[in-house]
T-cell receptor
Framework: DADVTQTPRNRITKTGKRIMLECSQT?????MYWYRQDPGLGLRLIYY???????NKGEISDGYSVSRQAQAKFSLSLESAIPNQTALYFC????????????FGPGTRLTVL | AQTVTQSQPEMSVQEAETVTLSCTYD???????LFWYKQPPSRQMILVIR??????QNATENRFSVNFQKAAKSFSLKISDSQLGDAAMYFC?????????????FGKGTRLSVIA
C-alpha cells in the first residue's frame, strides 16, 4: 500500500461548489504539506503543518483552508471553487530526521468548470 | 525569500547520450539542502538526488549526478546514458537546514524528452 494517499484522484466540479481533498499517510511523519502544480509554474505551497496544532499559510493560501484532523490526516478545502483553481494538487509529508526529504502522494487532478 | 530558477523549460536528448539540466538558486543562508525531483507522466513526484550544502563532494546516484557550485549558487543535474524512462518533468528544490520549519521551494521545472 502507498505510504501517502490522496482522495479523490480526479475530480470535476462546478464553480461555487465546496470541495475537500483528503490526504492520509502511514509513514508516521509529523509534517504535512499541500502544494498546487500548474503548467509552467512548478509546485507552489498552499498550506503546511508541522504537527496537529500547527497550521501555516504558504505562498498561495487565498481561497483555501486546511484541517489537520490527526497526525496522519491533512485535508484541503476549497470553500467556493473557481475555475482558476483548476490544477494538480499534491500532498507531501516529511520527518525532521529524514534529511528534510518530502514524500509525495499521487496527486489529485481537480477541474473546476 | 529564497528562489529557485530553472532556465530551460524544455530539453531533449538522444537515447544513450548525456544531458545536463540547469538550476540556480538565491539564498543568504550558508547551510541548506538541494534536491532534484522527477515527475514522469504518471505524475508521481520521485526524489532523484539530494545534496547537503556543507558537503563539497557532488552527490551521485547511479546514472544521475550533480554539479554543485556553492559560490555560484548553481546545482545542475547530469543524466548519463539517457534512457526512454528518463523522459519526465524535473524539478529543482531548495530547503534551509537550520531555519526552523520552512518547506521546500521549487523551481518551475524542465521537461526532458528522450529521443529513441
Amino acid at each position: 500500500d502507498a505510504d501517502v494517499t490522496q482522495t479523490p484522484r480526479n475530480r470535476i466540479t462546478k464553480t461555487g461548489k465546496r470541495i475537500m481533498l483528503e490526504c492520509s499517510q502511514t509513514k508516521g511523519h509529523d509534517r504535512m504539506y499541500w502544494y498546487r502544480q500548474d503548467p509552467g509554474l512548478g509546485l507552489r505551497l498552499i498550506y503546511y503543518s508541522f504537527d496537529v496544532k500547527d497550521i501555516n499559510k504558504g505562498e498561495i493560501s487565498d481561497g483555501y483552508s486546511v484541517s489537520r484532523q490527526a497526525q496522519a490526516k491533512f485535508s484541503l478545502s476549497l470553500e467556493s471553487a473557481i475555475p482558476n483553481q483548476t490544477a494538480l494538487y499534491f500532498c507531501a509529508t516529511s520527518d525532521r530526521h529524514s534529511y528534510n526529504e518530502q514524500f509525495f502522494g499521487p496527486g489529485t487532478r481537480l477541474t473546476v468548470l | 525569500a529564497q528562489t529557485v530558477t530553472q532556465s530551460q523549460p524544455e530539453m531533449s536528448v538522444q537515447e544513450a547520450e548525456t544531458v545536463t539540466l540547469s538550476c540556480t538558486y538565491d539564498t543568504s543562508e550558508s547551510d541548506y539542502y538541494l534536491f532534484w525531483y522527477k515527475q514522469p507522466p504518471s505524475r508521481q513526484m520521485i526524489l532523484v538526488i539530494r545534496q547537503e550544502a556543507y558537503k563539497q563532494q557532488n552527490a551521485t546516484e547511479n546514472r544521475f549526478s550533480v554539479n554543485f557550485q556553492k559560490a555560484a549558487k548553481s546545482f545542475s543535474l547530469k543524466i548519463s546514458d539517457s534512457q526512454l524512462g528518463d523522459a519526465a518533468m524535473y524539478f529543482c528544490a531548495y530547503r534551509n537546514r537550520h531555519s526552523g520549519n520552512t518547506p521546500l521551494v521549487f523551481g518551475k521545472g524542465t521537461r526532458l524528452s528522450v529521443i529513441a
